[in-house]
């Protein structure tokens, strides 16, 4: 838990605030996505029906070509030399049950429905709840395999399909008991619906197992592709991508001040005086008290947008700095004696588009 010093947050904000408002960059809600071309298949990594590429999770994005998912067996069957060459995926086999077909290859008649396109992602249960991690780990990730490989745009929406799971352990083996995907509520399946449309999700859970049917799969991913977030137009397309499916259109800064948002937190990451902060903030600007863990994830987005500067301590509710307008500006508190606080990664998504600042706390008092 830290405080901080009213005057040297004051200076921040007014600071942040004169810099940024004179120059803005706009993005029109009508312009797509920019995304990188898929990178081409190299020859070096593809072995027959198996196609292997660098992978955020697992480090290897695995695509394997016809797969049947018995789901009442909780099992994928392949043909015998695909088997063979799924040690070329790193981790495919830790996670997933592969077995072999009855016949020699994968007859559409024991299928009970077939798709194109299939795309088999995993997540820790602990990642999924945490709203950066699900940020990071998973939602830009996924948003990269089906929005910015230009072969899925030749596709049929109704031919592609999703299916999210959760590992029992890191790495290990899925979860057919999670209730995570139960609560179509819950923040995860607002961000997952919304990341994935307008394909079909299938949550890998009991539900789907009662179903006791063969879906088939011409091609099927498994994981994720590796993501450089160091790109600006892939944070922006994200964005923006994000923005339109909710109908948020980018506007101009009307304030003739500042509108602040300071967000509250519990726990060891509280600030301290967060009422005397908000009372210095006052005196010179509008300012809101917001709390994100009692907001839907569309209600957290549509909140920030009110907002030209947003102020919080390190974590999870600084992560909808992603969804600020052009001209809004984001500050990072980073606590007192925090030691090994990787901060970095939220900095470098955020920068991508707005005006960011750290600020370190290194006294006890917040000065």
């Not at 352990?169 to 995907?181: H, L, S, Y």
């Not at 619906?193 to 999700?201: A, D, E, F, G, N």
């Amino acid at each position: 838990m830290s405080s901080v010093h009213p005057k040297l947050c004051q200076f921040l904000l007014l600071t942040c605030w004169y810099i940024t408002i004179s120059s803005v960059e706009r993005i029109t809600e009508d312009q797509d996505p920019h995304c990188e071309d898929s990178d081409k298949d190299d020859p070096s990594c593809i072995i027959e029906d198996v196609s292997h590429f660098p992978g955020h999770w697992p480090s290897s994005y695995c695509k394997v070509k016809n797969v049947a998912f018995h789901v009442g067996e909780k099992s994928l069957k392949v043909k015998k030399s695909t088997i063979l060459h799924l040690d070329q995926c790193f981790g495919i086999k830790d996670i997933w049950t592969f077995d072999l077909f009855k016949n020699k290859f994968m007859n559409k008649l024991d299928c009970d429905q077939v798709f194109e396109r299939g795309y088999f992602v995993t997540m820790y249960y602990y990642h999924g709840s945490n709203y950066f991690h699900l940020h990071y780990d998973t939602v830009l990730p996924l948003y990269v395999a089906l929005h910015c490989d230009s072969n899925n745009k030749e596709l049929a929406d109704e031919d592609i399909v999703i299916l999210p799971a959760i590992e029992l352990t890191r790495g290990q083996n899925i979860d057919w008991e999670t209730k995570a995907f139960m609560d179509p509520k819950m923040y995860w399946m607002d961000v997952l619906q919304l990341v994935t449309s307008p394909h079909k999700i299938l949550p890998v859970d009991l539900r789907l197992r009662a179903v006791n049917k063969t879906i088939c799969f011409k091609e099927a991913f498994f994981g994720t592709p590796q993501v450089k977030f160091s790109d600006p137009t892939i944070i922006r397309g994200y964005r923006d991508f994000i923005k339109k499916r909710l109908s948020i259109k980018e506007l101009d800064s009307g304030w003739i001040q500042p509108h602040v948002g300071i967000i509250h937190r519990e726990g060891r990451r509280k600030i301290l005086n967060e009422k005397e902060l908000m009372r210095s903030v006052d005196k010179f600007s509008d300012v809101e008290l917001i709390d994100f863990s009692k907001m839907s994830f569309q209600e957290q987005v549509n909140k920030v947008q009110d907002y030209d500067i947003l102020v919080g301590i390190n974590g999870a509710g600084l992560t909808n700095a992603l969804y600020l307008p052009n001209h809004s500006v984001a500050i990072q508190l980073i606590p007192y004696k925090t030691f090994g606080l990787h901060y970095q990664e939220l900095v470098g998504l955020i920068t991508m588009y707005v005006g960011y600042f750290v600020l370190r706390i290194l006294h006890e008092k917040g000065e």
